[in-house]
């Protein structure tokens, strides 16, 4: 089972504004990558709007350890640090579409006098690289970027946000150095939310919290994939973006590869941006094995980020623990729509697996189910009722979730699923007013007419 922690980190340096965050170690990746364990130093720049990112981009990576010899751990050599630094320039000159080109020169180890690895003394393993630099005839102003790697730290690596420099703590792999040098590009760490009313999840309405790292399709996230389609489109490297403005159906492309065709739709509701792409490589994910398909997420997370949803609650990766285990299956079902709380309905029409995701958006999209109808109450003894209900008159072809109780002013913390109709409440001898409401993947329908529990 892969293993979960969260750490509280305090953010202090000499050169940069001190901010607090949040950072969590993601699962480790099936690719052979390490798991990255990070977070960001913010800048006196963090608040301004992310910008396009620049055509061409020079990183000088300067290497320091401070014991008698250079590590020799496997991974943790300069030939390691060539191959990932390689393979970071093959990954944004891909997802860039050729549109970002990175260079960099790497130097030979430097040897310090002391353990660099204390979030304290990262601001003089700078200045020790920059000396490096100069030593060896190199002017590091000439760079866009400053990488120190001290490798044999075994820390989580860090990267401004935004701004020119990173330091690399661990295995120098490639999912490392694009996390690290995204936050330079001022990007937040890509998120997830889960929502629910009560104890009933849906994919997005009621009360929603947010799992850091919990995109598993996003590099910026628990993912060694591309960034998402709103974040490229944000750097200037996104293909085909559709926005809706009307009901419609379209054909979406693999968001990987999708060429000429439609990279991700853009829907416009309620203040909010919801962003709609189809994905097929799943080997990306933490996991490595979850579902793929049409995948969404919405505007609103920090510093600009985009959040992912969970297009189908109830569908759990069996090799993950814990109650993020829903979101590694993020992916929508085919025919099972999500209702946006502004009345967006979005449905997959398409089997997963296809070339292409045929999707259907309805704007404004139908309301949330009409509320339930209390038949009849049976008194079963001194204490229990049996409720006997129905379903509104409006359903269509929503996935209902389940069905919520309330017993006077009380709401009972017991669900029924969506197939039952019955429901036995706890009332006591008293004549309590009884109600019901749906819970479906379009939110919850308004309370039933109250109807009242005969006495014992």
């Excluded at 203040?271 to 505007?299: C, F, M, Q």
């Amino acid at each position: 089972m892969k293993s979960r922690f969260i750490v509280l980190v305090l953010l202090a340096s000499a050169l940069l504004v001190p901010s607090a965050a949040w950072g969590r170690a993601p699962e480790s990746s099936p690719t052979g990558d390490p798991p990255r364990a990070d977070d960001t130093v913010l800048t006196a720049r963090s608040g301004e709007p992310l910008r396009a990112a620049p055509s061409r981009l020079s990183v000088l990576v300067v290497p320091l350890y401070w014991t008698e010899s250079p590590t020799t751990e496997p991974r943790y050599q300069l030939a390691d640090m060539e191959r990932e630094l390689t393979r970071t320039q093959s990954w944004f000159s891909r997802v860039s579409r050729g549109r970002h080109t990175m260079s960099y020169h790497l130097l030979d180890w430097k040897q310090a006098s002391e353990n660099l690895c204390p979030r304290s003394r990262h601001s003089k393993a700078t200045k020790i690289a920059r000396q490096r630099a100069k030593a060896v005839g190199v002017d590091a102003s000439r760079y866009q970027r400053l990488m120190v790697m001290m490798p044999q730290c075994h820390a989580r690596s860090w990267g401004q946000m935004p701004g020119n420099v990173t330091w690399i703590l661990s295995i120098p792999a490639r999912s490392t150095i694009v996390h690290e040098l995204g936050h330079n590009l001022g990007l937040h760490h890509a998120n997830s939310l889960q929502c629910g009313y009560g104890g009933i999840a849906v994919p997005v309405g009621g009360w929603c919290k947010r799992e850091e790292y919990g995109d598993r399709w996003d590099q910026m996230g628990s993912s060694t994939g591309q960034f998402s389609v709103p974040i490229l489109k944000k750097l200037g490297w996104a293909g085909n973006i559709v926005t809706v403005t009307k009901s419609g159906h379209w054909d979406l492309a693999a968001a990987e590869d999708s060429g000429d065709g439609i990279q991700a739709l853009k829907i416009r509701a309620g203040g909010k941006d919801y962003w709609v792409e189809y994905r097929r490589d799943s080997s990306v994910t933490s996991s490595g094995n979850a579902r793929p398909g049409l995948i969404v997420r919405r505007s609103g997370g920090p510093g600009g980020a985009f959040d992912i949803i969970d297009g189908f609650p109830g569908d759990p990766d069996p090799w993950t623990l814990g109650d993020n285990a829903d979101l590694v299956n993020a992916a929508m079902h085919t025919e099972v729509p999500i209702k946006t709380p502004e009345g967006i309905e979005i449905v997959l029409l398409s089997a997963e697996g296809d070339p292409t995701a045929s999707v259907w958006v309805t704007i404004p999209g139908s309301p949330a189910p009409s509320a339930p109808v209390i038949t009849s109450i049976e008194r079963l003894n001194l204490v229990t009722v049996r409720v006997h209900f129905q379903r509104g008159p409006y359903s269509r072809s929503l996935r209902t979730q389940g069905f919520q109780f309330r017993v006077g002013s009380k709401i009972q913390r017991v669900y029924v699923g969506p197939y039952d109709r019955t429901f036995d409440a706890s009332v006591g001898p008293s004549d309590k007013q009884v109600s019901v409401r749906e819970i479906s993947l379009s939110g919850a329908s308004k309370w039933s007419v109250a109807k009242r529990a005969p006495k014992a």
